[in-house]
């Protein structure tokens, strides 16, 4: 028999030729209800493969049906994380998926490029954080909806960085922990794409940086497991670096513009592809969550919001995880491309949310917002 390796999804594949392999789900993939039929906390789905030895093939033990080079059978998936294993002969090809049991409808809403609503608390030192603007829109939003908020801040901007950020306001970012979180996002602004060619011990340092400060002024209890490097662009080194402090996931557009993955981090063509019409993916080698973004508010007007969701949302494999995102530089009236209705856009986003029966969770509680 010739040599094997290890193929790009996962599967044990001949040097001379792929003897068997599986096409679906693929390696990484993160299935749900709407994969199959799920029912008292198991998920019998269908699993599709080519061999080039038409003969008995199981799948995990199932007989599979073979027609042509094509095969598919019919598993039970119970665990969170399980090997999918298909076999013929003495060749097999073995992948890992993740069970997301129990999927429901949920969103989370994230801020992206934050820094000058902490400089102008640092500068006022207003009684409450909630008497900043910024951070009263988003109490308002929680209240009436329930909305859970992370923000993706930087270490500094002109004038100011988070060492200049005080501690007296610790014990209200404490109490509002449950909902409002802080997350790394960048040292700053500029340059943009910081991280698109950045070693593993330069995005180390930058995330050190600034999750310390967080923990200085505001607590340990408002630090999250998923964020969004800034541009949404950084190398495999990059991410494994957030990953080995803590990351679980990260949060992108995923798409391709001029046959380039743009805003996937080190994600090649076809994984960029996958998830451009998925709501996530585990990169197995990393054991890293890739989670799309579905709206930028920032992008949107408010008369196109619910109409760019219902969109999203006839699509099952896009469904079920709603990840929202705008970013802080509009809502400032001093800002070039200032947003007059910045607010507007937030909250009927939100509000799409709670009328189609989305529920506000964290992805870092539980699985992805699934309690266990």
Not at 354 to 362: Q, S
Request: glycine content about 8%; aromatic content about 12%; proline content about 4%.
């Amino acid at each position: 028999m010739a040599a094997s390796r290890t193929g790009g999804h996962g599967c044990v594949q001949n040097t001379e030729t792929v003897v068997i392999t599986i096409t679906t789900p693929i390696d990484g993939a993160i299935l749900n209800r709407h994969d199959g039929d799920e029912e008292n906390g198991r998920l019998t789905t269908t699993v599709r493969g080519r061999t080039d030895r038409p003969e008995s093939v199981l799948v995990n033990g199932v007989q599979a049906t073979v027609q042509g080079n094509d095969f598919q059978a019919r598993i039970v998936l119970t665990d969170r994380r399980s090997t999918v294993t298909a076999q013929v002969g003495d060749e097999t090809c073995s992948q890992t998926v993740l069970y997301d049991r129990g999927s429901f409808k949920r969103y989370r809403f994230s801020l992206d490029d934050d820094i000058w609503f902490l400089r102008d608390i640092a500068a006022s030192r207003p009684s409450s954080l909630f008497e900043n603007p910024y951070m009263a829109l988003w109490r308002r939003l929680h209240e009436r909806y329930g909305t859970k908020v992370n923000c993706n801040i930087y270490f500094q901007c002109d004038g100011f960085d988070l060492t200049m950020m005080p501690d007296v306001y610790r014990r209200e970012w404490e109490d509002n922990s449950e909902w409002f979180r802080l997350t790394f996002h960048a040292l700053q602004n500029e340059p943009k794409e910081p991280y698109i060619a950045a070693a593993y011990d330069e995005v180390a340092h930058d995330y050190d940086l600034i999750t310390n400060e967080i923990v200085r002024f505001a607590g340990e209890s408002v630090m999250n497991e998923f964020t969004t490097i800034h541009w949404g662009e950084a190398t495999r080194g990059g991410c494994r670096a957030v990953r080995d402090r803590g990351i679980r996931g990260l949060c992108g557009y995923f798409v391709m513009r001029e046959g380039v993955p743009k805003v996937s981090y080190y994600l090649d063509g076809e994984q960029t592809d996958y998830l451009g019409t998925h709501d996530y993916w585990l990169d197995t080698s990393e054991d890293l969550i890739f989670i799309r973004h579905d709206i930028v508010a920032n992008n949107v007007r408010p008369e196109d919001i619910r109409g760019h969701l219902d969109r999203t949302a006839e699509n099952p494999q896009q469904r079920d995880v709603m990840e929202f995102m705008i970013h802080e530089q509009y809502f400032y009236p001093e800002y070039r491309a200032h947003l007059p209705d910045y607010a507007e856009r937030c909250e009927t986003t939100v509000r799409w949310a709670a009328d189609n029966g989305y529920e506000p969770v964290f992805w870092s509680d539980g699985f992805l917002g699934v309690p266990e």
